[in-house]
């Protein structure tokens, strides 16, 4: 045994290190899991994101939220949003275009009447998904002139319910003033999805994401 040793430690030869292969550390399985997993679904981690930001920006608001909640409802480390996001503006942008065409689609496709706009929001606001969505919408929209230059996307959300419903109440020839009726309908939208906001728990909760 001491003679084993002996030789093994025995300095080398030139020529025995020039034989012996070059080894380096590898990292260990923990090391690499700090980014983003080996062969991990880059579009569906960026939808899963985008999915808790609607949630925490919701929940908190723009100021008061951070990259670390959205990471840690998303289980993800706050390194790797930076893979996907630059910074918490374009993760709030992707979130509320995400919010606007989870909750504004269906009004494309088939537009509620004056008559039908409750039932309608009722039964959007059945879908855990739509629901977070809208509030986040309506925390959006109260805030307008206070976020325009974050994401000036949220002005244009704002014409675009007027608008609706305008034309709503275009089509309705009993309508006395379909300016003001529509301005008070706008206001009554965004008032459900600002309600639906204040009904919200306290914490974005980790279930349901998507």
Known sequence: MSSRLALADAPQTPLERR???NLRAVPSPEARRVGRPPGSDSEARRRTLVSAAIRVF???GFDAATL???ADLADITRPAVHHYFAGKTPLYQAALDRAHE???APWACSPPS???VDAFLDEQESDAEVRWAS???GTSLAQTNRLAEVAPQITDIADEVKRLCKEAFSANCDAVSPER???RLA???VGRWVMTAATLPATAAAADLV
């Open 181 to 183: 009726s529509a301005e």
């Open 58 to 60: 919701a929940c908190r």
């Open 135 to 137: 509030a986040l919408l």
């Open 114 to 116: 004056p008559d039908t």
């Open 68 to 70: 670390k909640d959205v």
């Open 102 to 104: 989870i909750v504004m």
């Open 19 to 21: 034989a012996r292969p």
């Open 187 to 189: 206001a009554r939208i």
